[in-house]
Structures are given as C-alpha cells and as structure tokens.
C-alpha cells in the first residue's frame, strides 16, 4: 500500500495538535506572565507616588513658603527624575515639565499644607503625573522574547514527538492496517508480527496488547470457520426448506404495501395458479392485489384490512377474485401488518388461500343440511344427538316437543336437568351401553316432563369418529305412550279377566265343597237330633250333642258364605228400595261397629230400586261394615250412601265385567289403614284375609262378592295405604215395586206326617239312611232310592200313589230336575222337595229359584225338613215339571 499523505497520517496531525496546544499554553503562560509583570510595574510606581508623598512633599511645602524657587526647582526635578514620572508641578506656583495630555498618563494630586500660626494655611497644590508607556514598552520587550522561545521549544519539542510516535505507534498502526486489509479467510494462518524489540515491556504494553488481541482473535476465527461454514450451510439448507416450504404451501404468500392496490414486495409462484397472473407481473409492479380483487368485495377487503392495519391485529377475510381466464374464484386471506421501530407501518406479511372448491363444498353441505333438516323437522320421531358425556348437541322439534323445552334450553345440557332422576338414571343406563361398550340399543323409555309421562320407544346407536372412537350417540324415539297405555289397558283388562275367571272357578270350587260339606253336616245334625229325642236334658250327652248341634250349626254357616261367594245359595230376591233396607240396618250397624267409631248415613234423593234378597243386603252390608272397623286403629267414620248412576259403554270397556245400563249404587266408606295393590289383586279370594289368626275367616269379602254378582251387579274398590277404602256396588235398577208375601216362618206349619208316601232319592248313603229315619219318626211312609235309576224302579214297581219326591239336586246319572220329570210325566200330581248344598242351574238360575219349586238347603235340621215336607205336601201341586234343565 502506498504511504498515506502526511495530512492524513496520526503523527503528523499529532505533531499540529501539540503545536497548536503548545501555542495556546505559551500564550496563556505569557499572557499571565505579562499580567503579574504589568501588576508589578503598577505596584512600583504606586511606591513612587508613596515615596513623593512622604519624602518630598515635607521637604516642598518650607520651601515654597519661603518661595525660594531655586531650591524648589530643584526639588520638582527630583520628583522629575524618578521612574515613569513625566511631570511634576505645583499650581498656580511652579510648573516643572511639559504637562502631558495622553491616555496612558496616572495624575496625582498632593495638596500642599503649612502651618502659620497656629492655623493651616493651604499654599499650593503638587501635581504629579506618572506615564505608562515605558510600562508597556518593557512589556512588549518580554512579549518578543517569551513568544521566540516557546516557538523554539514548541518546534523542537514537535519535531522529537513526530518521530518519536511514528517509531513507537505509527509505523506499527500502519503494519497492523495492512495486515487486517489483506487479511482473508483463505490467509488466517499468517499471524501479525511488529517489528520491535522483544522485552517484556513491548509485550505489556498497548501495541503489544493489541498485537495479542488480533492474533486471539484471528486464532479464534480460525477455531470457528467450521461454525461459520456449518452456519452458512444450515442457513443455505433454511432458505432451500423456506423456498420449499413457500413453493408447497397451497396458497399465496406475500409480502405487500399496507395501502391499496396492495403492490407486492414478495409474492410466492402459487400465485400464478391462484390467479392466473405469474409472480413477475406482480413483483414488476404492472399487477397488484387490487387489480384482481372482485368490484363487490374490494370495498370489504379495504375496510378489513385497514380496521386491522393500525393496531396491528391478524385479520382474516373471504372474498371473490377475478381469473384470467375471466372464471370466478373464492380465497381466503390471512395477514397481519409489520412495522418499524417507529411503530409505523410498512407491509402487509400474510397467505391467500383458494377455497373455490371448499365454498362449492360447502354450498352442497348446507344444500344436504337443509334436506337433513327437512327431514328431521318433518319426521314424527323424535331424533337426538349427544356427546360423551351425555349432553344434548343436536334435537328436532319432535325431540323438543317429547322433552317440552325448547332448544336453547336442550342443547348443551344432560338428561339429569331436564328429567327427574329417576327418568333420567335409566336413559343414563341405556346411553351408557352405546357410548362404553359401542353397542347398538333398543329399549323403552319412561319421560316424566311438565305435561305428563310419555313412554318411548327408542333405539340408540354409537356415533363414531373417522379412527372409530365412540365420540357421542345418535338416537331415534318414537312416541309409544298411546300404544302403552292400550297395552296397560288391555294388560288390566286381562287381569281382571283372569281374576274373573279365578273368582269363578274358586267359586265352583266352593260349590263342590260345600255340597260334600253340607252332606255331611246333615248327616251330623240329623244323629244328633236323634239322639238328642232319647236323652234327659239334665244328662252330660244331652249337652255333649248340644255341642255337637252347636259346631255342626257353625260349620253349616261357613258353608252358606262359601255358597253365597259362588253364588250357590237360595235365595228369594224382590223388589225394594235400597235406602228402606239399609236405614232399617242402621241400629244393627251401629252396634256391630262399636261407639268409638261414628256412622254416617248419605241416603239418595230418590228411590234406589233393585230386586234382592233383603238378607242379603244384611250380608252384604255386615260384612263391610265390619271390615272398614277393622281397619280403623282407635276412633274413625263409616259412610254409607246410595245413589243412582248411569254406567256407559266407555266405562264398562276399561271395567271387565260390567254392562252400560242404569244402576242403583251402594257405598261404603272408611278413613282406615287402606289397602295395599296386592291386597287389592286378593281382595275378594275366599280365605284371604290380612288379619291376624283367629280374627277372621276370610269369607266376608268373598260373601259380599258372590251376593253381588249373584243379583247382576258390579262391584269396585278404591284404596291406598293410609288413605281408606272405598267399596262402590251397583246393583240393576227396577222401576215399579212388586208386592210381597209375608215370610213363611209367619205361618204355624204342622210339622207331624199323616202317613203320606214319601219317595226319598240321595246318592250320599249315610244321609239317606238318616232322612229315611228322620221322616219316618215323623210319621210318613218312606221309600229310599240311592240314585235315579233306582227310584225310577221303585216308582213302577209301587202300585199306591206316591205323595211326595224329595229328592237330591246333584246325582250321577241323572239330576233331581229330570228325575221329577219324569216321574210326574207318569204322576202328574206328584208333588216334588228338592235338597241340595247349592242351587244349581237345574233348579235355579243364579240362586233363583224358579216359579213353583221347592227347595230346601243342605244342612237342614229334622224339625225344617219336617216343616219343609209338610208345607209342600199341603200345597197344590204343579201342573207337570219340565224333563229338561233349564
């Protein structure tokens, strides 16, 4: 390199550096030197003026009094004569030297004093005058020989330092620059070496510090050129992955004005298949966003972007751009404002994306979400979504309807705050089933909403993702509350039927057992009137056989309620007013239900007319009334009312059994204990009781039951636990009242025989034997037949007349009906007494007795067989009896 121009070397500006500063100092230097010399001069002449005020003024004043002006004279040159003093004078006496009139000339004034007397007497003035050239003249003369030795010094002094620093640092700078200047990577191996001497102290020293410095530093590039190469390949491998990253990524990236058109800084190759338009157009500037952007939409994309721009928020916007093939296309524009330090603005980074397919896509989705939803506003099932965890996130107006909310108040939410828990732990259960275990399931579903409970028919299946997990459920429901309640409805009906048919097969159960039953009690109660003809009262078996007649009579009981629950009892019903009977009833009521608890009675308006048995409105209304007292705990009220109802179609459809009509309704009431449902399914079972043992036979309900039913009515039953019992009867309602014959027990029957015929037929040989003994000791002749067949063949065999039949309903073979038939087609006048435990139809219909008949109920006693016989064989017989059953 060539030397620099000395102007430009470090040494030499150094060199007029120190000179000028050189200068400066001897200037200053001088400049005070002169000021204490100048102070000194003053300071001197200062002591002239002193010295003439002391000395010569005392030596004046004699003189001039004496005005000897020689010596005065002589005195004035003296003053004259010393330094700097260039006129001296006294006014207005003597004048000594021309008086000067310059700037540079100090004027003192003496006042001149003489004592005369006693009194001071002024006698002049001495004025004296001092000039300050020769002052500074001596000054300038110092000036000269200051300035000419520090020039001297100065040069001298400039001279040593520009070689002196060109030896020690210039010529090493100028080394150290040319080496840095042709230092290169390819040359980091030649290290810097000054040309000095080699102690310790060129070593320590800056140049030998900054020497050590350079060679560190070119050491540690040469240490770290594998990094810098690496980085430098790292940062090539970047750019390479950013250019690749830019070229694939399926979109626009730009770099833009903030401004519209939006001219471009940097804009990725996607653009030409974007738009059409390649990259150059834009980055030459002929193209810029603007250009393509549609007319509709540039004034959006303007009011976006720049909403955006100042606070430097991402902005996001949808819009239409123009083809160059003239083709119409969506993007999607995302970007985000950059700014300097300043914080101004400077472009716009961001990324267009074509989404002309994903708009098309999503104009087919909304086009198949509005026939989804078509379809599901317009099913009548109800269809749901949930997620996993059970909350609602789709539900259509059906599923609304089902659930009674609307959908604001569905969706997001579990069925545990849209149903009772109950409702809602087995919908939980079910969706459970599909959302852990991905199982397809079917099942019904009880809802309890606001407007009632509505049962569902519903089937659930999983909704997956696209890897298969179970992410929620999908379900449809179909309102099957109609089709429940018929099942429900058809379900009671069918348990009402099959209780009906339960009730009438107990009840011909109870026909048959009581029939053998009654046969055998005759028997009993017949041997011990027998025997109780023979024996003393007073004896211990005249009371033995009381007891005998006693139990035998209370069996006998048991067996007519078993009868009147299968409808089997006689009875001779006629037409009455339901409210005479009941209030004819009211005293025995009372006493049979005890004081503590109350009574009411609720007669009807009007008449209640029915066609029964008053005894068994007895039973009826015993029955119940005790059973509402029993279940009373301590004090409480029976109500009895009567009434009259019409029964429909509608309600005889939902009530098995009853027939549309007008009835006659009896009630009873009690505020008891009630009854359970399963008590109910029993209620009216023969033996069934819930009473404790020996407190009831079980037989009441049953009575009341079969005397219901026995007389065409219906009866039902309201209860729940704690809240009583309601027993509702209805019973055929009859227009006009029929008359009625006293009772028989009002007659005085003779009970003795007058050797009448008696043709005695009982299949049961024990009660034959008995009967034949009984009516015998009463004074009849008696045949006895064992069966049908045999009384058939007594009867042909017999050539007298036969008086009376007293035959057995129920035989093999053939019944008490046909066998009176038949012997009466041969014997019109024959007179018949049929005996049986149960009437059954042969004889009666449902208890009936038919017009004309005898009957007389197994057990019967010796003294009413006896009266039975002997009121039949006085009446006038019938005409003919029928062969044939009725």
């Known amino acids: 390199m060539p030397l620099l121009p000395k102007v430009n070397r470090i040494a030499f500006r150094l060199v007029v550096y120190i000179c000028l500063f050189s200068s400066l100092a001897a200037l200053l230097s001088t400049a005070v030197q002169l000021f204490f010399e100048y102070r000194r001069d003053l300071d001197q002449i200062s002591a002239t003026v002193e010295q003439i005020r002391r000395s010569h003024i005392p030596a004046i004043v004699p003189t001039l009094w004496g005005y000897d002006l020689a010596v005065l004279a002589m005195q004035l040159q003296g003053i004259k004569n010393l330094p700097d003093v260039s006129y001296a004078g006294i006014v207005k006496v003597v004048e000594t030297g021309e008086k000067g009139r310059g700037?540079?000339?100090?004027?003192?004034?003496?006042?001149?004093?003489?004592?005369?007397?006693?009194?001071?007497?002024?006698?002049?003035?001495?004025?004296?005058?001092?000039?300050?050239?020769?002052?500074?003249?001596?000054?300038?003369?110092?000036?000269?020989?200051?300035?000419?030795?520090?020039?001297?010094?100065?040069?001298?002094?400039?001279?040593?330092?520009?070689?002196?620093?060109?030896?020690?640092?210039?010529?090493?700078?100028?080394?150290?620059?040319d080496f840095a200047r042709s230092l290169s990577l390819q040359d980091l191996g030649r290290p810097l070496v000054l040309r000095r001497r080699a102690d310790r102290s060129a070593q320590r020293d800056e140049l030998g510090l900054v020497e050590a410095a350079i060679n560190e530093m070119r050491e540690k590039l040469v240490g770290e050129m594998d990094t810098v190469r690496e980085a430098q390949m790292a940062l090539a491998r970047s750019e390479e992955r950013f250019r690749t990253l830019v070229a694939n990524i399926p979109g626009i990236v730009y770099r833009c004005e903030t401004q519209a058109p939006w001219r471009v800084e940097y804009i990725s190759e996607r653009v030409e298949q974007v738009s059409g338009y390649p990259a150059a157009d834009f980055l030459s500037g002929r193209m810029a966003f603007g250009h393509y952007i549609h007319p509709e939409d540039l004034a959006k994309v303007e009011a976006t972007v720049k909403a955006h721009v100042a606070p430097g928020t991402p902005f996001e916007v949808e819009y239409r751009i123009r083809h160059r093939d003239g083709a119409i296309r969506w993007v999607f524009e995302k970007g985000q404002a950059v700014f300097d330090r300043e914080n101004h603005p400077l472009w716009l980074d961001g990324v267009i994306l074509d989404i002309t397919q994903n708009r098309r896509a999503e104009e087919r989705l909304r086009e198949k979400d509005h026939l989804l939803h078509e379809i599901l506003e317009n099913t009548s099932d109800a269809v749901f979504c949930k997620d996993g965890d059970g909350r609602y996130i789709l539900a259509n107006s059906a599923a609304l309807r089902a659930i009674g909310r609307p959908e604001g108040e569905v969706v997001g939410r579990t069925d545990f705050t849209l149903f009772p828990r109950e409702s809602a732990e087995v919908i939980k259960r079910n969706d459970d089933q599909v959302l852990h275990g991905g199982l397809n399931v079917i099942a019904e579903e009880r809802l309890i909403v606001e407007y009632g409970e509505t049962w569902w028919h519903t089937s659930k299946s999983p909704l997956r993702d696209s890897q298969g997990r179970?992410?929620?459920?999908?379900?449809?429901?179909?309102?099957?509350?109609?089709?429940?309640?018929?099942?429900?409805?058809?379900?009671?009906?069918?348990?009402?039927f099959l209780q009906a048919q339960k009730m009438e097969s107990i009840g011909r159960l109870a026909g048959g057992v009581a029939h053998d039953f009654n046969n055998m009690l005759n028997v009993i109660i017949g041997h011990a009137e027998l025997a109780l003809e023979g024996v003393d009262q007073g004896a211990q078996l005249y009371e033995d056989l009381q007891e005998i007649m006693r139990a035998a009579l209370r069996s006998a009981d048991l067996t007519r309620q078993l009868l009147a629950f299968a409808r089997k009892q006689t009875v001779a019903p006629r037409v009455l007013d339901l409210r005479e009977a009941v209030d004819g009833m009211l005293k025995m009521l009372r006493r049979l239900i005890g004081e503590d608890i109350d009574l009411e009675w609720r007669p009807a308006k009007r008449p209640g007319l029915v066609k029964i048995d008053p005894v068994q409105i007895e039973q009826m209304l015993a029955n119940l009334c005790v059973n509402a007292r029993d279940a009373i705990i301590d004090t409480g009220k029976i109500t009895i009312e009567t009434g009259q109802v019409a029964l429909d179609e509608a309600y005889c459809a939902e009530h098995p059994g009853f027939l549309a009509g007008e009835y006659v309704l009896l009630a009873v009431s009690d505020d008891g204990c009630g009854m359970s449902a399963e008590t109910l399914t029993n209620l009216f079972e023969p033996f069934y009781t819930t009473k404790e043992l020996g407190k009831g036979t079980g037989l009441g309900l049953s009575t009341v039951y079969g005397i219901v039913k026995q007389n065409n009515g219906f009866v039902n039953v309201y209860s729940e636990p704690d809240h009583g019992t309601t027993f509702r009867i209805y019973l055929p309602t009859r227009q006009n009242r029929e008359a009625s014959l006293p009772p028989d027990g009002d007659k005085a029957v003779p009970v003795a025989g007058g050797g009448e015929c008696i043709l005695l037929v009982e299949d049961e040989p024990q009660l034959l034997k008995m009967t034949k003994t009984v009516l015998e000791r009463k004074g009849y002749r008696v045949l006895a037949a064992g069966g049908p067949a045999e009384a058939l063949a007594l009867a042909a065999a017999r050539a007298e007349t036969i008086d009376l039949l007293v035959t057995d309903v129920v035989m093999p073979g053939m019944n008490g009906r046909e066998l009176a038939g038949r012997l009466q087609a041969a014997t019109p006048k024959l007179r018949c007494l049929f005996m049986s435990g149960y009437t059954a139809n042969v004889i009666a219909h449902h208890g009936v007795l038919d017009e004309g008949v005898a009957f007389i109920q197994k057990p019967v006693s010796s003294r009413d067989l006896a009266a039975k016989v002997r009121e039949v064989l006085d009446r006038s017989p019938l005409t003919s009896i029928p062969a044939t059953g009725c």
């Open 103 to 177: 700037r540079h000339i100090l004027s003192h004034e003496f006042p001149l004093q003489h004592t005369h007397r006693g009194e001071d007497l002024e006698i002049g003035v001495l004025q004296v005058e001092v000039s300050l050239q020769g002052v500074y003249r001596r000054l300038m003369d110092r000036v000269i020989v200051i300035l000419v030795t520090q020039t001297v010094k100065t040069f001298v002094v400039s001279i040593f330092i520009f070689f002196l620093f060109y030896a020690t640092v210039g010529r090493h700078l100028t080394t150290m620059a």
């Open 470 to 496: 179970t992410i929620g459920l999908v379900g449809i429901s179909r309102d099957v509350t109609a089709l429940k309640l018929a099942e429900q409805h058809k379900e009671q009906l069918e348990r009402k």
